[in-house]
């Protein structure tokens, strides 16, 4: 693959990620709500310009931290529905 070309991939990629965690500063994807417990909780309550310029200045690495807390967080949630289920 050539510069350019790597470089269109690796900023799609980026803006797939940044689209994907915009939406966690909406609500919570598993419960699909705002639980308390959650770090983005008070995030979640400002205004939706508020956390659009709160989003807008995390750096690459926030964003990796965020990406990385979420999928840890939904595969404990997800986990642990899948215990109650079995009970």
Do not use: G
Request: glycine share 0%; net charge neutral.
């Amino acid at each position: 693959m050539d510069t350019a070309a790597s470089k269109a991939a690796s900023q799609r990629r980026k803006d797939e990620l940044r689209a994907s965690l915009l939406s966690l500063t909406k609500i919570c994807p598993v419960d699909e709500c705002n639980p308390k417990d959650c770090p983005l909780y008070s995030l979640r309550k400002m205004e939706p310009m508020q956390r659009l310029q709160w989003f807008n200045a995390l750096s690459e690495d926030d964003l990796a931290y965020l990406a990385a807390y979420h999928h840890v967080c939904m595969d404990i949630k997800v986990a642990s529905k899948s215990d109650a289920n079995l009970s």
